[in-house]
């Protein structure tokens, strides 16, 4: 089973723009990874935000965490076309066994 | 830079036969994972290994679906017979943590076709 939800399924804008893209979870967690999946390749880490922080900056990265809403965002500043892949948030959630659990993913297009 | 391999990248078989990927983890790396990811999907783990023992493969259709890491090493993940419903791809990830407290590293995956 798929615990996070991202939220929109696809985007797509344009060189420049900023692209925000959120993700819902259902169960208390220790900590919410972000990656991203070129087309075809396996996924590269981006950012680790745990369950105790609120928000974790990486360059044009800019990650926020709300435990009370279960959800997280994860924002990219001033996209570029290289920038185009799909996203996925994973959750490693409470519990005895921690293992992360990924979301559906959502697809970014970034227009040059 | 340190990186995952794995091989094949690519792999065609016919359903009922046995296919095997291969799998090496980043040196150092005492946690490997083996995830499959259907189109359009997010990966799923099927195995969680921490050293040479199996911490978790309760998601691993043990029918028909094998892995070992005999010596904390590599690993191999084996599907004997495969059927059409196994074509995905099929990534291999490590970590130094023990469970899900660190990042991931991925490897480029080994994508198979059932025909």
């Not at chain 2, 990248?9 to 799998?23: G, M």
Request: with cysteine; hydrophobic share 35%; charged share 20%.
């Amino acid at each position: 089973s798929q615990q996070g939800e991202e939220d929109p399924q696809a985007l797509s804008i344009q060189e420049g723009e900023n692209a925000t893209m959120n993700c819902s979870y259902k169960t208390s967690i220790n900590n919410l990874q972000w990656y991203r999946q070129n087309s075809g390749r396996g996924l590269v880490h981006l950012i680790l935000i745990r369950s105790n922080e609120r928000e974790k900056h990486s360059g044009r990265l800019r990650v926020t965490l709300d435990t009370s809403k279960k959800s997280s965002s994860l924002l990219i500043t001033a996209s570029r076309a290289a920038d185009t892949a799909s996203y996925f948030c994973a959750t490693d959630a409470l519990g005895a066994n921690s293992k992360l659990t990924f979301g559906k993913g959502i697809t970014l297009s970034v227009r040059p | 830079e340190a990186e995952v391999a794995q091989s094949p990248r690519y792999k065609i078989t016919e359903k009922s036969q046995a296919v095997a990927f291969w799998c090496d983890p980043i040196s150092g790396h005492a946690t490997l994972y083996w995830y499959r990811q259907i189109l359009g999907q997010g990966p799923e783990l099927l195995v969680q290994f921490q050293d040479e023992s199996v911490v978790d493969d309760s998601q691993l259709p043990k029918d028909r679906f094998s892995a070992e890491r005999l010596k904390g090493v590599d690993s191999t993940l084996k599907i004997q017979p495969a059927e059409l419903g196994d074509s995905a791809m099929y990534l291999c990830a490590s970590s130094p943590a023990t469970g899900a407290r660190d990042e991931q590293f991925f490897g480029p995956g080994t994508r198979l076709t059932v025909l």
